[in-house]
C-alpha cells in the first residue's frame, strides 16, 4: 500500500487569537443553562456570550425575574438546555473583564512608630478582629455595586426580557427561567432530557 499525502488545512482560528474558543458548542449565546455551583446553584440563566481569550462564559438571569446579576461562569459548571432565545438585540460590547474588576484593597501605611508601639498593635488587631467578620461579607466593594454596573445590568435586563418576550414561548419562559432545578430521590439524571 502506497502512503497517503495530505494536504495542510490552516486553521480557521490561531489558538492565540482572542477569538480562539474551546466552549462546547451547546453553550452559544442565547441558550438556557443551569447554574450547577455557587450561590445561584440551581438558577436557570441566559449565555450571553464569551470573553475574550477564551474566558469564562458571561450570563444573566436576567436579575428580575430570578435575581441572578451578571456573573462571571466557567462552562463546566452549566447544564446546558435546548431552549434558546434569539439575544440579538441585546447589546454584549460592554461587557468585558474590566466590568468585572474588584475595587483594590486600601493598604495602610506601616512606619517604625506603629512597629515599636504594642498598645497600637493590639487596639489594632482588636479592631480588626471585629471588622474581619463584616469586611468578609461584604468584599472590597463593601456590598455595593457600582452606579455603571447596576445601569449595564438594567440595559441588559430590559434588552434580553424582550427578546423573552417575542420569543415564541414568550409566555412560559419568564416562568421556567424563575424556576429552580433540584434533583429529588428517584429521579435520573442519566436520563432527564435538557
Not at 494536504?7 to 466552549?23: E, L, N
Not at 473583564?97 to 495602610?108: I, L, Y
Amino acid at each position: 500500500m502506497g502512503k497517503t499525502v495530505r494536504a495542510k488545512v490552516p486553521k480557521a482560528v490561531k489558538r492565540t487569537d482572542a477569538a480562539y474558543s474551546t466552549v462546547r458548542k451547546s453553550c452559544s449565546p442565547g441558550t438556557i443553562a443551569i447554574l450547577l455551583a455557587g450561590r445561584f446553584r440551581g438558577k436557570r440563566v441566559t449565555i450571553l456570550k464569551q470573553l475574550e481569550n477564551n474566558g469564562p462564559l458571561v450570563v444573566s438571569g436576567p436579575f428580575k425575574y430570578n435575581g441572578v446579576p451578571l456573573r462571571r461562569v466557567n462552562p463546566a459548571y452549566l447544564i446546558a438546555t435546548k431552549t434558546k432565545v434569539d439575544i440579538s438585540g441585546v447589546d454584549t460590547s460592554k461587557i468585558n473583564n474590566a466590568v468585572f474588576a474588584r475595587a483594590a484593597k486600601e493598604e495602610r501605611q506601616k512606619g517604625e512608630k506603629d512597629f515599636l508601639s504594642a498598645a497600637k498593635k493590639r487596639a489594632a488587631e482588636r479592631k480588626a478582629q471585629r471588622t474581619a467578620k463584616a469586611s468578609k461579607a461584604r468584599g472590597a466593594n463593601g456590598g455595593k455595586v457600582s452606579n455603571e454596573r447596576a445601569a449595564l445590568q438594567k440595559s441588559i435586563d430590559t434588552a434580553l426580557i424582550a427578546a423573552i418576550k417575542k420569543d415564541a414561548n414568550g409566555k412560559a419562559l419568564p416562568g421556567y427561567l424563575r424556576s429552580v432545578f433540584t434533583i429529588k430521590p428517584g429521579d435520573a439524571p442519566h436520563r432527564v432530557v435538557f
